[in-house]
């Protein structure tokens, strides 16, 4: 583990993920109000159903047993990447109505709410509940921005995934196995499909998505170091290596299902998983969601998106101690149970994600975990930019608005001069 979260941040480190300036922000624990009158904790997550919520009720019931004075309030607002539930905590924060801990990802997401001064510093916790022995030195050390921490991160998701079924790939006598080896490959083998009748071998949904089917397009095509440099202005957004992974794009789109901007990831899920799609491309809480919709492994295959065998995109999900929010010795609470190898495990077992901490064992995990777990220590790791690693909120919300666009008007050279914008650094 070790190895890996130090080859991962080398590259965060490359890209400045984490190397945002804290400005203002003040550990008022004497805010939000009086602790004994209100020992509920909001949570607020975007983990509001199947296996997500499987995940945090994971959680909860650590949370249950281990903080008894508090009281759990679910203030999870549905919807895909948070694609609902950052506008509503946009407008509690603004409002100064913050819940007692929120889901941010790690990276340049959270460089946002530390920014604008909306989350506390909690190094004092990493002491307090032992995490600064529990996690990598080098996590530790990446996580600190002007000698402060602002946020307990509960696991690492990996990006770069397609699950495939091999039902619908035996149509066009396609092993589900083995994946392609290039997007062209992959382009080819959708094709296939096509001609066997399958209508939309690509199942995909709206915004981040498509978002997700990009980044791994262009992962494939420029490599992992190009692919870093795209968020950091290291990479010209405006190449025509660029250009051309975005006309593969529009490609593989070309063979996606009619309705994407209509649906959600599980729904495109729904897809691959009743035969209508070969595949769908997707982070791997998809793992979770089969397992909490008891689909058997024998049912789907997985490997890394095309072209990106070499590399583990990731993200980590993790909370916050917003400033001024209510109760914050019951989220302290909370964060200790984030942070916690029971926590983590509890979480991470159900979530398809696998553990930040640095004692986790193996065994105790389902078989997708395992084999991330190795490939978390053994591949390049890059960031992703649609789950905040490598992007602000505000440059992802330019690009979502550019994506809907696409994905209509399929305009390449719209669509790069969206990105050549979105990719300034703010
Ligand atoms: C990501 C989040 C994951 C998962 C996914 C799909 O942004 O980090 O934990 O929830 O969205 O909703």
């Known amino acids: ?28 624990s004497s805010s939000g109000g009086d602790a004994a009158a209100n020992k509920d904790v909001t949570v607020f997550t975007w983990w509001a159903d199947g296996g997500e919520k499987a995940g945090l009720d994971g959680l909860v019931s650590v949370f249950n047993t281990e903080c008894k004075d508090y009281k759990f309030v679910n203030s999870a ?3 895909g990447a948070g694609s609902n539930a950052k506008q509503v905590l946009a407008n509690d924060l603004q409002a100064k109505k913050p819940p007692s801990t929120f889901q941010a990802h790690a990276g340049a997401e959270l460089g946002d709410y530390i920014k604008n001064a909306q989350v506390d510093d909690v190094s004092d916790l990493y002491k307090e509940f032992g995490l600064d022995k529990a996690f990598p030195q080098t996590l530790l050390d990446n996580l600190t921005v002007d000698g402060k ?12 995934v397609v699950w495939a079924s091999p039902a619908v790939l035996k149509k066009a006598n396609i092993d589900a196995t083995k994946a392609p080896a ?3 490959a992959w382009i080819a083998d959708m094709e296939k499909l096509k001609q066997a009748g399958v209508k939309a071998p690509l199942a995909t949904s709206k915004g981040f998505a498509e978002e997700m089917v990009m980044e791994a397009v262009l992962l494939a095509e420029l490599g992992p170091e190009k692919f870093t440099g795209l968020w950091n202005g290291k990479t010209d957004m405006a190449g025509a290596d660029v250009t051309a992974a975005l006309e593969k794009f529009k490609k593989v789109l070309s063979y996606a299902n009619a309705d994407r901007e209509a649906v959600d990831w599980p729904d495109a899920l729904q897809y691959v998983n009743k035969g209508q799609s070969g595949y769908t491309l997707m982070g791997d809480w998809v793992a979770a969601q089969q397992l909490s919709d008891k689909i058997p492994d024998s049912a789907y295959t997985y490997w890394p998106a095309p072209g990106t065998s070499g590399d583990f995109q990731f993200l980590a999900d993790s909370f916050t101690l917003p400033t001024g929010g209510q109760d914050p010795e019951g ?20 979530k398809g994600s696998i553990p930040a901490r640095s ?7 389902p078989k997708y975990q395992q084999s991330a777990m190795a ?12 789950h905040g690693a490598a992007c602000t909120l ?19 050279g719209t669509l790069q001069k969206a990105l050549v914008a979105a990719a300034k650094p703010s």
Request: glycine share 10%; proline share 3%; hydrophobic share 40%.
């Open 394 to 412: 505000g440059q992802n919300d330019s690009i979502l608005s550019a994506m809907g666009q696409f994905s209509s008007g399929l305009d390449v």
């Open 331 to 350: 989220a302290k609470c909370w964060l200790k149970t984030v942070g916690s190898a029971e926590g983590q495990k509890a979480f991470n077992t159900k």
């Open 182 to 184: 290039s997007v062209d």
């Open 375 to 386: 490939d978390w220590k053994s591949k390049t790791i890059v960031p992703s930019c649609a």
């Open 77 to 79: 607002v549905a919807g």
């Open 149 to 160: 921490i602002y946020s307990v991160p509960a696991n690492v998701h990996r990006a770069n």
């Open 359 to 365: 004692d986790a064992s193996p065994a105790d995990y």
């Open 1 to 28: 583990m070790r190895g890996g979260w130090s080859k991962t941040l080398a590259v965060v480190g490359a890209v400045g993920l984490l190397a945002v300036s804290a400005c203002g922000n003040s550990d008022d």
